[in-house]
């Protein structure tokens, strides 16, 4: 699982001050570091990827207009977690929660778009039916697991942006990995095969 | 056999993600040395673990930093028109009162008469200036006619008001301001594109509201557009979900 790539604690409090007091630039760099792994956990919250780019662009206007709110107190990632799993509830509220399997079973492009060679589609076709598991899974729980397994998060600090107990989370990732051995036996039969 | 220490159970996980101090890590490997259950529960936990973190970071198809940039320079100068708010402080607190009265008297005395004359000129502007912002609260809705996005195609009417949500905010180096107006989140089609030829008089809208677009259809057909577009926008208005 790749983390996404942090500046050093000291470079990006300062650019996170420069933001606060203007500094279009210095929130460009932190959209830029940041926009990966928001993007990929609104992307497996909603399962599209259309509806992932609108909201990835009102996430970052509504970080930006609160800005000056961030204490320091967590990290700057699990403060904009918080501001996209919060926009992701509002989104489902507005949206069916049913997401259809064939919006994740595609042609791989979003994973690659360029022509990939057949080693590189076995590849794309092994994480569609991981993230066609991923969306099966009741949106508590999905949340848990992306949290967790995209940034490898503590449970304290998912708990945090949450706002739940640490507790629920070991409960919520419990089940979530119980219900995922059985949605992944189509990776395992594929497996097998390939 | 099943196994009825639900409380080492329930460990199960955080042992599995490293969460467990040393005496309660000690305590479970005891207790899996002895519970077929348990390791096969710890099994199953370890197999989907060891597939679900090959989980992939996922990157949006394209770039939109320059959406999320204007809608940042609308917002802020928006906060720029705002008033602000001062507090509350008593002024002159050593003048007599009657003589402040006075002075409160002849303030709104002036500024009745520097109103009115404001108001005169203002009636003069409204009526060589009819897109003004004053002008909104007086627009005149009727003469235009609801047309659905997806119906667009079939529209022969100049004057339309069309609802959907906004999209792709940008600013043109001629100062005009477009948006995508879609009647979904979460769909690229269709849609139209509204201009704004002058932003200053009109407030834009926010990525992602739902809103009420006023102005004159057209299609353009330049290479590379072929679209139907809202423009020039006469009025925007915010519609409450």
Not at chain 1, 54 to 73: C, G, N, Y
Not at chain 2, 232 to 238: D, G, K, Q, R, S
Request: glycine share 2%; net charge positive; charged share 25%.
């Amino acid at each position: 699982m790749e983390k996404s790539q942090t500046f050093t604690s000291t470079f990006e409090r300062e650019l996170i001050i420069a933001a606060q007091q203007g500094d279009i630039g210095a929130f460009k760099r932190l959209y830029e570091t940041y926009k990966e792994a928001v993007y990929s956990l609104i992307f497996y919250l909603l399962g599209n990827a259309t509806l992932a780019e609108d909201v990835l662009q009102i996430v970052f206007v509504k970080a930006h207009r609160s800005l000056r709110t961030f204490r320091f107190e967590a990290r700057f990632l699990s403060w904009l977690y918080r501001i996209a799993v919060n926009e992701c509830h509002t989104q489902q509220r507005r949206q069916s929660s049913y997401v259809p399997l064939e919006n994740v079973l595609g042609t791989g492009e979003e994973l690659d778009p360029q022509p990939t060679p057949d080693q590189l589609h076995v590849q794309g076709q092994r994480q569609e039916i991981i993230q066609a598991a991923m969306l099966q899974l009741s949106e508590n729980l999905r949340e848990v697991v992306v949290l967790k397994y995209l940034e490898d998060l503590s449970y304290q600090e998912i708990a945090t942006i949450l706002q739940c107990s640490p507790g629920t989370v070991a409960s919520r990732l419990n089940r979530a990995l119980t219900q995922l051995e059985k949605n992944l036996q189509p990776l395992k039969k594929f497996l097998l095969e390939n | 056999m099943k196994c009825w220490r639900i409380d080492l159970q329930r460990k199960l996980i955080r042992y599995l993600h490293k969460e467990l101090d040393l005496n309660s890590v000690s305590k479970l490997e005891n207790h899996l040395l002895d519970c077929n259950y348990c390791r096969s529960h710890l099994a199953q936990l370890r197999s989907s673990h060891s597939v679900i973190k090959n989980l992939a970071m996922v990157n949006p198809k394209k770039d939109l930093w320059q959406s999320i940039e204007s809608n940042i320079i609308n917002e802020s100068t928006e906060q720029l028109v705002k008033p602000t708010k001062s507090n509350n402080k008593s002024y002159f607190p050593h003048l007599p009162t009657n003589l402040k009265v006075a002075a409160i008297l002849l303030v709104m005395l002036t500024t009745s008469l520097i109103a009115t004359g404001l108001f005169i000129s203002y009636k003069k502007q409204q009526v060589s200036n009819p897109s003004s912002k004053a002008t909104q609260k007086n627009f005149p809705r009727d003469n235009f006619r609801l047309v659905a996005i997806n119906e667009m195609p079939s529209n022969t009417e100049p004057h339309i008001v069309t609802e959907g949500y906004v999209k792709e905010l940008r600013i043109a180096p001629d100062g005009d301001m477009t948006f995508r107006l879609v009647e979904q989140l979460g769909l690229e089609e269709p849609f139209i594109v509204c201009e704004i030829i002058d932003p200053i008089r009109l407030t834009p809208p926010t990525i992602g509201s739902k809103v009420k677009v006023y102005g004159v259809s057209r299609y353009d057909d330049k290479i590379n557009h072929k679209w139907y577009e809202v423009h020039p926008v006469l009025n925007i208005e915010p519609i409450k979900h």
